[in-house]
């Protein structure tokens, strides 16, 4: 349980929000500038709020009315650097008991084997900082976090300075963080697909108010505005299950219920549940199921709302046969030329759709 | 002393004992300002006070002065009839006019500034989210300052006590000025130097101990180099 209510004034910004969760992955979202990453540092003390409180499990860190500000070192949260910021003059296995020597024994509960196992750092250990690359840095950075046992892992962008494939290794392993070790995870990102992929919930920032907070299925289209990378990087995650593979063809079909996906894969075994990512600029909209044309995965659906300005593209969120939610971008002219909207019935045309590759 | 005796160097006793007594002066000089330099230096980098540019000021002050001043000064606070002298030999016994403690002291506030100014550049050079990460992980103000901000500036604070070191071997003006120049209790090398020029056929001394000073002076550098090159290889 994750409650917080904070203000500060400074100048050239304001924060004022409040959220209280009981999320697993809680994920702090806005574009930069909107104050994820003060929240975080106002969570873990390294900073004090003007007004405000933060509590955590129960335990009031901060409540400026009973003039409680607990030091960074006494609150036993877990803060996980975007560039990792490991001690340079440490080794890596200095680096990541340096916590557990400040941890009183008694709250040691997370044990070191499973943390170096599960993020294979092993080889690493006497190696020094400069010598890692970003990706084991992170690891070795989520290990320090997580050795000292904390209360609460807060990430401040940790991916953020990754390539893809090391941001994907990243990823997965902040899930089996999340499984394995039973802590939960407060992640400041600006990027949907982590989110996407991560958090069970996601409190959306802008100009330091919480402007949405929800499921991020659900939330994150209505504040599509404020993707970084633009509105073009919005995903659609949709819950299908393996069917047929044709194997002439290289494709396989999912069972969705507002339609059949295609996906370019072999999935296997039959039945298997699975995760499809779906980009809002990959669907088209039609008004009647049409079989002339190239697109072979035809979903059904409602729309429910437009979000639009005064820029050529409208982004279209449908609920789907099934209650799941598709975005979809399309300009505001084909909008006004097909007279679409809210309540109207549609297909949606998803050209391609990418596999979440997590377990489920 | 024995080695008096053998004049490898056909140094005089009183060569040697200008040695000896600048290298205690020096050393007792740099170990005792060292402490007070890095926590000075730690707060002028890291601390935004009131009075933090009179500090600032007040530390380079024995830089820019010229060292007779300094010296004068320090013998009208210092002397016996001084009000900080009359109170600390009152109190602890602690006498600094004409004596080797004055040298220091002379020494010590001479080097001050120059010892300040590398370590508080490494400190400034700290990432300072590196003492937050710390305290985040639990260690307190105190073990955080022991276990990650000194070790990471620990080339800065070697090269500030090499040079404070360096610079209070060589201290002649603030020196003689308030503790004067008597041998065996505050002639160090630079006074003895001075000395041995006003002396009839003292030349060829003077540029043996002169030669001596270079050396010490190099030596600490090389020490210095070794010691960095070492903090160094640890990050």
Same mark, same amino acid.
């Given at each position: 349980?994750?409650d ?8 050239g ?5 409040a959220?209280a ?9 806005g ?16 900073s004090?709020?003007d007004q405000?409180r ?7 860190l ?5 003039g ?22 440490l080794s ?14 008694a ?7 499973p943390?170096?196992?599960t ?9 020094r ?8 840095k992170q690891?070795?950075?989520l290990a320090?976090?997580?050795l000292?046992?904390?209360r ?8 953020a ?6 941001r ?51 939330t ?9 990378g ?10 299908a ?35 499809v ?7 088209a ?14 979903l059904?659906?409602a729309?429910v ?11 279209v969120?449908l609920?789907?046969?099934?209650g ?5 971008a399309?300009?505001r ?6 007279g679409?909207s809210?309540?109207?019935?549609i297909f949606?045309l ?6 979440d590759e997590r377990?489920? | ?5 053998q004049?490898?160097?056909s140094?005089?006793?009183?060569? #040697?004992?200008a040695?000896?007594l ?5 050393g ?9 330099a ?13 009075g933090h540019?009179?500090?600032?000021a007040?530390?380079h ?6 060292p007779v ?17 009359a109170?600390l030999?009152?109190?602890?016994g ?17 080097s001050?500034p120059?010892m ?6 490494a400190?400034? &050079? #700290? ?8 305290r985040s ?12 901000t ?23 003006g603030? &020196? #003689? ?11 160090t090398?630079?006074s003895a130097?001075?000395s041995?020029?006003? &002396? ?15 050396? #010490?002076?190099?030596?600490?550098l ?14």
């Amino acid at each position: 349980m994750i409650d917080v209510d904070l203000r500060l004034s400074r100048p050239g910004f304001d924060l004022s929000a409040a959220f209280a969760t009981q999320a697993r992955v809680l994920a702090l979202f806005g574009p930069s500038g909107a104050g994820k990453s003060t929240i975080a540092h106002l969570i873990a003390g390294l900073s004090r709020p003007d007004q405000g409180r933060v509590a955590i499990d129960g335990a009031t860190l901060t409540d400026t009315a009973r003039g409680i500000c607990l030091p960074p070192e006494k609150r036993r949260i877990g803060f996980v650097f975007q560039d990792a910021l490991l001690f340079p003059h440490l080794s890596v296995r200095r680096n990541i008991l340096f916590g557990r020597f400040f941890t009183p024994s008694a709250e040691r509960r997370i044990p070191i084997a499973p943390v170096i196992e599960t993020l294979g750092i092993g080889p690493l250990l006497e190696r020094r900082p400069a010598t890692l690359s970003g990706g084991e840095k992170q690891r070795v950075g989520l290990a320090r976090a997580l050795l000292a046992s904390p209360r609460l892992l807060l990430m401040d962008e940790p991916m953020a300075s990754l390539d893809h494939a090391r941001r994907h290794e990243i990823m997965g392993l902040i899930e089996i963080l999340r499984d394995e070790f039973a802590i939960p995870i407060v992640l400041v990102s600006h990027s949907a697909d982590e989110i996407m992929r991560l958090a069970d919930e996601v409190v959306v920032l802008d100009h330091g108010r919480v402007v949405a907070q929800g499921a991020p299925a659900r939330t994150l289209p209505g504040a599509s505005r404020l993707i970084e990378g633009g509105r073009f990087a919005l995903t659609s995650v949709l819950a299908a299950r393996a069917g047929a593979h044709d194997a002439r063809y290289g494709v396989t079909w999912l069972a969705h219920p507002a339609g059949e996906i295609v996906v370019a894969a072999k999935v296997a075994p039959v039945d298997r549940p699975i995760r499809v990512l779906v980009k809002a600029t990959d669907v088209a909209l039609a008004r009647t199921r049409s079989y002339d044309i190239s697109v072979r995965t035809i979903l059904r659906g409602a729309i429910v709302a437009i979000d639009s300005d005064q820029g050529p593209l409208a982004f279209v969120t449908l609920e789907l046969a099934g209650g799941e939610r598709l975005t979809a971008a399309v300009t505001r002219l084909a909008l006004d030329e097909l007279g679409l909207s809210v309540g109207a019935e549609i297909f949606a045309l998803v050209k391609t759709v990418a596999l979440d590759e997590r377990s489920m | 002393m024995e080695i008096g005796e053998q004049r490898v160097l056909s140094l005089s006793p009183q060569d #040697i004992t200008a040695i000896g007594l600048s290298l205690e002066v020096a050393g007792v000089a740099t170990l005792a300002t060292l402490p007070v330099a890095v926590f000075v230096a730690y707060a002028l980098a890291r601390w935004r006070f009131p009075g933090h540019a009179a500090v600032n000021a007040l530390a380079h002050l024995p830089l820019v002065m010229p060292p007779v001043v300094t010296g004068f000064a320090l013998l009208l606070l210092f002397g016996r009839h001084g009000p900080l002298g009359a109170f600390l030999a009152e109190n602890f016994g602690l006498v600094f006019a004409f004596r080797w403690t004055g040298a220091a002291l002379a020494a010590a506030v001479m080097s001050f500034p120059l010892m300040i100014r590398p370590i508080r550049l490494a400190f400034e &050079t #700290i990432d300072e989210r590196l003492p937050q990460a710390s305290r985040s992980l639990g260690a307190n103000s105190m073990w955080t300052f022991l276990l990650v901000t000194l070790p990471l500036a620990l080339p800065g604070v070697i090269v500030g006590a090499i040079l404070g070191f360096a610079k209070a071997l060589g201290e002649f003006g603030a &020196t #003689i000025t308030f503790v004067s120049n008597i041998p065996g209790e505050t002639q160090t090398i630079p006074s003895a130097i001075y000395s041995l020029m006003q &002396t009839p056929n003292g030349d060829a001394s003077a540029l043996r101990l002169a030669a001596i000073s270079a050396g #010490i002076a190099i030596l600490a550098l090389l020490v210095s180099e070794a010691l960095q090159g070492r903090a160094g290889a640890r990050r």
